[in-house]
């Protein structure tokens, strides 16, 4: 079949399923389902049998806004590849302002031996923050046993296995001993904004990893009272933040005798990482 026709035809039908970038979606998609480049795509006008049967699948589970990524079973985080199922959330580019943050707050690549994730997921975080800081050993906590388990295998798609665990426990309370970083996305959103989600998010990304309480709040408490027992001195802890909660998660810290060392906000303008310590 025709590039161009298969092309136009799949554009059309995300647009109308409401897929904002209904055309960027079809060639990342066609270029999945054949197996090619962007540039190999850009070579082929016609589009073998094969490769036009698993992009019109591909296009049907899309236009009913299963997300691009668990079509593909992967993401790209940070400068990592990851696979991601049902079982996470998916790696988003608003998260690497936490590894932004953390590279400025520890610009000494030797110095972090220990870093912590909490609610680890994929483990995007964690190996990231591993790939940047080479004598560093991490430790990735997720309540899914599923999450931990997918975590596991990417950091062997990585080459980090030697140098990561993960367990599945219930936050801070699986943990002993104190580590130089400790990272965290927690669940953070409203629980009545759930319900306005959109549906790429609603019906195909956990909830528990999204939900947050009535006030979006449940997990930084619990985050915020642990840190004092986790951190080592001059250590530090970079948790994700949504949007408008700085204040409230900065009142919390502060409370538990944490200082706030910095709000960095995303490319969005959103504060997003907020950078703590024991003070």
């Not at 430790?139 to 990561?164: E, K, T």
């Amino acid at each position: 079949m025709r590039k161009i026709d298969l092309l136009q035809q799949a554009g059309e039908r995300l647009f109308q399923a409401g897929i904002e970038e209904a055309a960027f979606e079809a060639r990342l998609l066609l270029c999945w389902a054949c197996g090619w480049t962007r540039m190999e795509l850009m070579q082929h006008d016609e589009i073998p049998a094969e490769g036009v049967d698993r992009f019109q699948r591909a296009i049907q589970r899309r236009s009913q806004r299963e997300p691009v990524a668990f079509i593909t079973g992967e993401q790209g985080f940070w400068t990592l590849d990851f696979h991601v199922s049902p079982e996470t959330l998916i790696p988003r580019g608003d998260s690497e302002t936490l590894l932004e943050a953390l590279l400025d707050h520890k610009p000494d690549r030797q110095s972090v031996r220990s870093i912590l994730d909490l609610g680890t997921g994929t483990g995007c975080l964690l190996l990231s923050a591993l790939s940047e800081y080479p004598r560093a050993w991490g430790l990735g906590v997720d309540i899914a046993p599923a999450a931990a388990a997918l975590a596991r295998r990417n950091a062997g798609r990585n080459g980090l296995s030697d140098r990561v665990a993960f367990m599945a426990g219930d936050w801070a309370a699986a943990v002993g001993g104190r580590f130089d970083v400790v990272l965290s996305n927690p669940p953070y959103i409203e629980h009545a904004d759930m319900a306005h989600l959109m549906p790429d998010v609603a019906a195909y990304e956990p909830h528990r990893a999204l939900d947050g309480g009535d006030d979006g709040l449940v997990a930084y408490r619990i985050l915020c009272r642990s840190l004092p027992h986790l951190l080592m001195p001059n250590g530090c802890a970079v948790l994700e933040l949504g949007m408008g909660q700085a204040d409230a998660v900065t009142e919390l810290a502060e409370a538990e005798g944490l200082a706030v060392l910095e709000c960095r906000k995303d490319l969005g303008g959103v504060e997003r990482a907020l950078v703590l310590a024991f003070s």
